[in-house]
C-alpha cells in the first residue's frame, strides 16, 4: 500500500530531492550494467577462442598419446612419473564492484620427468600438448568463471533498474505531482479566500 505524503512545501521539497536520487540511481546502474556487459561479451570472445584451442590441442595431444601407446605400451608407469601440478594461485579482483578470480598458474621451464630408454619423441609430444592443455584450462576456468559472476551481476543490477524505473520513480513522479496539485489547489483557494474577505470589508 503507498504511502499518503502529508501535502506541505516541505514534503514537495524533500520528495523532489528523492526523485532526483533516484534519477541518479537509475543513470549510475544503467551504466554500470552496460560496462560489466560489455567486460563480459569480451571475456566470452576470448573464452571462445581459448576453447577452439583447448579442443584442438586434446585432439593432437591424444593422438600423439595413441602413437605413443602403439610404440610403447600402454604408458601408464611413464605417465605416474609425471609430477601433480601444485602451482596453481588464485586472487580476485574488482570490475565495477564485482570480484572476479584471477587464476594464475606458474610456467616452469618444461622438464620431461621420465627416462629416455623406454620413451620416445612421440611421448615427449604428447606430454607437451597435455601440458599445454593444463595451461590453457586454468585460463578457461577464470574467464568462465567470471562471465558467470559478471551475468550474476548484471541480472541484479538489472532488478534494481528496473524496481528504479518501473516503481519508485514513477510513484515519487505522482507523488510530486499529487502534493504539487494540493499546493496549488490550496493557494487558489486561499486567494479566493483572501478576495472575499477583502470584498466584504469594502463593503462594510
Do not use: W
Not at 505524503?5 to 521539497?13: D, M
Not at 551504466?31 to 556487459?37: H, Q
Not at 564492484?97 to 620413451?119: D, K
Request: one cysteine or more; aromatic letters at 6%.
Amino acid at each position: 500500500m503507498e504511502q499518503q505524503v502529508f501535502p506541505t512545501k516541505g514534503n514537495l521539497i524533500n520528495t523532489k530531492k528523492s526523485l532526483a536520487l533516484a534519477k541518479v540511481g537509475f543513470e549510475l546502474l544503467d551504466r554500470k550494467r552496460n560496462i560489466i556487459i560489455r567486460e563480459m561479451m569480451t571475456l566470452i570472445d576470448r573464452a571462445s577462442d581459448i576453447q577452439e584451442q583447448i579442443d584442438n590441442c586434446y585432439e593432437q595431444a591424444y593422438l600423439a598419446l595413441q602413437r605413443a601407446n602403439v610404440a610403447h605400451g600402454v604408458v601408464i608407469d611413464i605417465a605416474a612419473a609425471v609430477p601433480v601440478e601444485n602451482g596453481l594461485s588464485l586472487t580476485t579482483r574488482s570490475v565495477m564492484g564485482v570480484e572476479i578470480p584471477n587464476v594464475r598458474l606458474e610456467t616452469q621451464p618444461l622438464e620431461l620427468s621420465y627416462g629416455f630408454m623406454f620413451s620416445s619423441a612421440l611421448l615427449d609430444e604428447a606430454y607437451i600438448k597435455f601440458d599445454s592443455v593444463k595451461k590453457l584450462t586454468a585460463q578457461l576456468a577464470e574467464i568462465e568463471n567470471s562471465v558467470y559472476r559478471l551475468a550474476t551481476a548484471v541480472n541484479k543490477t538489472q532488478k534494481r533498474a528496473n524496481a528504479l524505473k518501473n516503481v519508485i520513480i514513477p510513484r515519487l513522479s505522482s507523488t510530486v505531482k499529487t502534493i504539487a496539485d494540493s499546493l496549488e489547489e490550496k493557494d487558489r483557494e486561499d486567494f479566493s479566500r483572501l478576495k472575499v474577505i477583502k470584498a466584504r470589508k469594502q463593503n462594510v
